[in-house]
Structures are given as C-alpha cells and as structure tokens.
C-alpha cells in the first residue's frame, strides 16, 4: 500500500470511527484482511457460540473456512451451510437469533457513520437489527459512500449485481450490470436497512479495512 494511500485510509478510517462511536458502535481499523480476521476472533472468547451471513468479505479473509475447521474446536458454529432442507435453513436462521456474536459484513458505509444493507432473505438483516449479542461486522473502506443515498445506489449498482450473478438469482441486473428496480423472485434487494444508532452500547462492533474487499 503506497504510503500517501495508506495514511489517507487511516485518517477516513478515524473520522468515521468518531462518528460511529457517536452512535454507540465499537469501531476499529485494521489495514489488512489478516488484521482484520485477528482483531474480529480476539473479541470473540473461547466457547462463544457464533454463526455468520452470506459474505464474500468473510471467505476472502479466511473467516467462513476457518469457523468451518480449527475454529470449530474453539467456538460452537452454528453453520448455515449443513441445512439441506429449506426448513433446516430456516431452524438455522432462527438459531442465529440467540448466538453470542454474529459476523456479516456491510453492503455500504455513509461518511457519517451509518450501516447501509440490502437483503434478499431477510435473515442477514434481521440479526443486525436485533436477536445476536453482538454483532461484527467487518468492512473494507471501498464500501464507504456520500450518505445514505449514494450508499443506496452504490449498493444496487456495484454490489448487488455481481452478488445476484454469484447467487444464480436470474434477475435483470445479472445481465445488464445495473438495477433495474425490479420484482423478480430472485431479487436480492427486498429488505433495505438504514443502521444509524444502537440502543445498546457496543453490540454492533465495526471493523473498518483498509484493503479492498468484497463488492
């Protein structure tokens, strides 16, 4: 990382985590993935139960493979990825509610601190909005927009297009690599999520990533 890029990483990495303090999120920075990976299992204690959302940020960083394996000896993960049954994902999701921390990543980050998420199923929101203990999330700094506007249209337009060709969902976007506002049964986008506070001090706990992840 050239040295004038990573100082000017750090600096937006530090206004926002003031602002995110300012809404009750415990926020950090890390450089790397690695780091990132680091600091996310050491505000994790042995025995916790932890579970996670759909994320490319979580596999790219090594999280989801390690859960899967080593880690599952140091935590108790409950693993959507074992359900073979519609109502097995479902059980999964509901499960999730109660776990000690939840991982996911978020689609966007306003200037002043917000959490911006869109959601097909619904379940990766829902656990941000209440159930889990805490909540980690890990996001790199190419997911930071203007405001909750710009944040929107970057979602729709830079993150859910490649998310849908990844996820098979059919819908327009797959193909013209833009949002076409649609209602089509694969839509990604159904729930929208505007996180600008938390009720309790601390649960949303926010790794800010200097290196380029995700969409």
Known sequence: ????????????????????????????????????????????PEGSSVTCGGSTTLKQIGM?????GEGGKKYHYLDRGLAK???????????AALT?????????ITLDGELVNVDGVG????????????????????????DAKSALDRVRNMAA????????????????????????PGCICADLVVTRFSRTPGRLKVILVGEDLGY
Do not use: H
Not at 64 to 68: A, E, H, M, S
Not at 85 to 95: D, L, N, S
Not at 174 to 183: D, Q, R
């Open 1 to 44: 990382m050239i040295e004038e890029v990573r100082s000017w990483k750090k600096t937006l990495a530090e206004q926002l985590i003031g602002k995110m303090e300012a809404r009750q999120f415990e926020a950090y920075y890390c450089e790397t993935g690695k780091e990132a990976f680091d600091k996310a299992c050491s505000l994790m």
């Open 123 to 146: 379940n990766r929101v829902a656990a941000l909005c209440f159930g889990p203990e805490n909540v980690i999330v890990i996001a790199s700094l190419n997911k930071v927009a203007k």
């Open 64 to 68: 989801i493979p390690y859960l899967q």
């Open 85 to 95: 049954t519609a109502q097995e994902k479902r059980e999964v999701f509901a499960k």
């Open 100 to 108: 000690d921390y939840y991982l996911m990543s978020s689609n966007a």
């Open 161 to 184: 297009p490649p998310n849908a060709v990844r996820l098979n969902c059919g819908t327009p976007c797959t193909v013209t690599g833009s949002c076409g506002n649609c209602l089509k």
